[in-house]
């Protein structure tokens, strides 16, 4: 059978971006035309291979204190006029990279063009910006040790949850029930962590498991949210500050304090679902 | 509605990874990424009160893809083809020549060096639909182009990504792993 349209339909529907009847009848053909069959297969793999790869980078500490600098600095300068300033990147080494590839001039510029501010200049955010510097570079000299750890930590976390995936080891003790995930673990940790099934809010328990986290074994929540797996980290609180939200080869980790546990989430769901998901957990956020 | 900087954090901060992601992506280069961020936050800045409604990152990514094509007219000219037929004529006797190595991020290998080295159309549609989930509508408005626009560069992407090896032995593996 020759499916015309089908690519486009097919890619509409492993896109999320068909409407239910068009979900449907794509199911329905899905059972029924091995060839599409296949061609889905493709596109999955192809999903789960580029979310595995390819990184999201998160916005360095440096350039989010020089925007809320340049806020800051727009604050105080007038409250009716040009905000138009932001200290420039100290330091600039450009390496010279060269491309191969092209890219097409799209572009309509319809919120005006470069010429609004084409080069950064020092006025008043100049000196806030200064104060913004001091002090985060005082924060970075008393962080960096914990920051340290939590590297460390952040990538053990990734690499457990990738090697459970991959190895088809998610789970040990597949429930949806807490009550029965709850006491799975007690039995086989020397502490009982809070396990809540939030299926209501679209995040269904599917079960637990023990793995290993700084040497010690950790119990490991398993949720999902739509098709991707949340992994969370529990263990017992420690004086370290909880690790800084980041990627890791392309999965977000976010973690949060909170009933006497620290929590950390591992996930390829965007930054800011898993964030608030792990702060939920955590008892953060009230319950709705 | 607040004053703009006030709107600004609500609306357009929220978003700033996502606005470093793609200006990373489209140019492949940390501190030039970082001077397209800045100058789209100058901008948004600006015209944060004509925002309408909450979809701040549509709005927001738009005009970071905006900033970022000034930047690239002003310092990579030669990057900007306006002929599509001559894009497609490169992709398909796609030989690696010294610029394309040169473009070879230390960091990046496999998939994501091939993802680095397409051609940017594709590699713009492809990162929204991809690492930012956006849907096909807000990725029309980011672009600005027609939804089946979004659609076709994202197969063409797609397609010239699944020729690399890598993705080949992926899909071999869950084949064999669903039999």
Not at chain 2, 63 to 77: G, K, M
Request: net charge neutral; aromatic share 6%.
């Amino acid at each position: 059978m020759k499916c015309h349209g089908a690519e486009t339909a097919l890619a509409a529907y492993v896109d999320g971006d068909a409407n239910m009847l068009q979900s449907h009848s794509m199911k329905r053909h899905l059972h029924e035309c091995s060839e599409c069959a296949a061609a889905h297969r493709d596109l999955l793999a192809f999903r789960a291979g580029f979310r595995a790869e390819v990184p999201r980078f998160s916005a360095p500490p440096a350039l989010r204190a020089r925007v809320l600098a340049m806020l800051e600095a727009s604050r105080q300068s007038a409250p009716a006029a040009m905000p138009a300033r932001m200290p420039a990147r100290s330091g600039r080494s450009r390496p010279g990279w060269l491309s191969g590839s092209r890219g097409s001039l799209g572009s309509k510029g319809s919120m005006g063009a470069g010429a609004l501010v084409s080069h950064w200049q020092w006025l008043t955010g100049g000196a806030v910006a200064g104060c913004a510097a001091t002090l985060f570079a005082w924060m970075i000299g008393t962080t960096v040790l914990d920051w340290r750890a939590g590297q460390d930590l952040v990538a053990e976390a990734v690499t457990s949850h990738v090697r459970a995936t991959l190895g088809n080891q998610l789970i040990q003790v597949a429930s949806s029930n807490q009550h029965t995930v709850k006491p799975w673990l007690s039995a086989r940790l020397d502490y009982s962590p809070p396990v809540q099934d939030l299926s209501q809010e679209g995040f269904p328990l599917t079960g637990g498991r023990v793995d290993y986290l700084d040497r010690h074994p950790v119990a490991t929540l398993v949720y999902r949210f739509r098709d991707h797996n949340i992994d969370v980290f529990v263990r017992p609180e420690s004086s370290h500050p909880p690790p800084a939200p980041r990627t890791v080869r392309g999965f977000n980790v976010a973690s949060a304090k909170g009933s006497g546990m620290e929590w950390i989430g591992v996930s390829d769901v965007s930054a800011d679902v898993l964030a608030n998901f792990v702060q939920r957990l955590a008892g953060e956020v009230p319950t709705p | 509605m607040g004053s703009p900087e006030t709107r600004f954090e609500e609306l357009v901060l929220p978003h700033l990874d996502a606005a470093y992601n793609m200006a990373r992506w489209l140019t492949r280069d940390v501190h030039d990424a970082e001077d397209v961020v800045q100058d789209a936050c100058v901008r948004a800045l600006k015209y944060v009160d004509s925002l309408q409604g909450s979809d701040g990152r549509s709005w927001f990514l738009s005009i970071v893809r905006n900033a970022f094509y000034d930047w690239l007219a002003r310092n990579r000219p030669s990057e900007i083809v306006h002929d599509d037929t001559a894009i497609e004529n490169a992709i398909d006797h796609a030989s690696p020549g010294p610029q394309q190595v040169a473009v070879r991020n230390a960091e990046l290998r496999g998939l994501a060096a091939a993802f680095a080295e397409l051609p940017l159309q594709y590699r713009e549609v492809l990162l929204l639909r991809e690492l930012e989930e956006l849907s096909y509508k807000e990725i029309a408005r980011v672009v600005d182009i027609p939804v089946g626009t979004v659609m076709s560069r994202l197969a063409r992407g797609r397609a010239l990504l699944q020729r690399s090896p890598l993705l080949r032995e992926m899909a071999l593996q869950s084949m064999g792993s669903e039999s």
